[in-house]
């Protein structure tokens, strides 16, 4: 199953006067960076998080942040005295600068300061247990994060019907490129005696033998079935990993410059005009390719 980076899930819940709501996304990233934003006071809830997470998810840029709040009498807001310090030292500052230039501002009410952000904050209990209250959230955080798998395996069975599409493509394009072959060496064949013959009709001494062993030396450098033999066989690679189970995404990522690194070899050589937009069109599928392997897990 193939699985995307990209992902959101939020959930709402809530019990035994607790209400709780989580919300959680992911953007592709070359490795694993959780980053958090989460209410003090709740023993062991980081830790636990982030062992659950590693569980399910080996690669992305994942945002998770917990807003807590108590039901009825205990959603009382309180006090925090480090905020109220800095607001209280922000208003003086705002106060002396604005006597400094002339300026008279209205006197700010005990009311003003309590309701700016952060000064008061609703009290979650959690002070008062935060094992517990890790206990009741675990139910929230299993519902939150079977909905994020979810929502990252429907992207991924998405992903997965583009990049099969894209190596169809890329297997077409490469028999194309074969059935050109004999043409080519026709031509090629006919060029090269051509030149061959103008070659010993303007050379004095030229020796025949010599000159067709080189021009011979020209047609195996020319040669591209190694090239194709080798995008049919990352086709068939890239086709088994997109039937595996777990994160595929580095593998494929791997495949993409050894395609792109075919698909110029094959440019570089080909010598035909029709060879030579198989070879183009090559290419630009494979970045195609390459822009949604970006975010396969």
Not at 7 to 33: M, Q, T
């Amino acid at each position: 199953m193939v699985n995307s980076m990209t992902g959101f899930a939020a959930v709402k819940g809530g019990s035994d006067g607790l209400r709780w709501a989580w919300e959680l996304r992911s953007v592709n990233a070359r490795g694993l960076d959780i980053r958090m934003r989460l209410p003090e006071g709740v023993d062991g809830l980081e830790p636990y998080l982030r062992a659950e997470i590693a569980k399910r998810v080996a690669r992305g840029n994942l945002t998770l942040g917990l807003r807590l709040q108590r039901d009825g009498a205990g959603a009382a807001s309180r006090l925090e005295p480090g905020q109220l310090a800095a607001v209280l030292d922000a208003l003086a500052v705002v106060t002396r600068e604005a006597a400094r230039r002339g300026l008279t501002l209205a006197d700010a009410s005990a009311a003003d300061i309590l309701a700016l952000r952060g000064v008061m904050e609703p009290a979650t209990g959690a002070e008062e247990d935060g094992g517990a209250v890790l206990a009741g959230l675990k139910p929230g955080i299993a519902e939150l994060l079977e909905s994020f798998d979810a929502m990252r395996a429907d992207e991924g069975r998405a992903l997965a019907g583009v990049l099969a599409r894209q190596l169809a493509e890329i297997a077409r394009l490469a028999a194309a490129a074969r059935d050109l072959v004999g043409t080519r060496a026709a031509e090629m064949e006919e060029s090269f005696r051509a030149a061959l013959a103008r070659v010993t009709a303007q050379a004095d001494g030229a020796d025949p033998q010599r000159v067709a062993q080189e021009l011979a030396m020209l047609a195996v450098k020319a040669d591209i079935t190694e090239e194709l033999d080798r995008l049919d066989a990352h086709v068939a690679a890239a086709g088994a990993l997109l039937e595996n189970d777990g994160p595929i995404g580095r593998k494929l990522d791997f495949l993409m410059q050894e395609f792109n690194r075919e698909a110029n070899t094959l440019c570089s050589k080909s010598g035909h005009e029709g060879l030579t937009r198989i070879g183009l069109d090559l290419k630009a599928v494979i970045d195609q390719m390459r822009e949604q392997v970006q975010n396969v897990e």
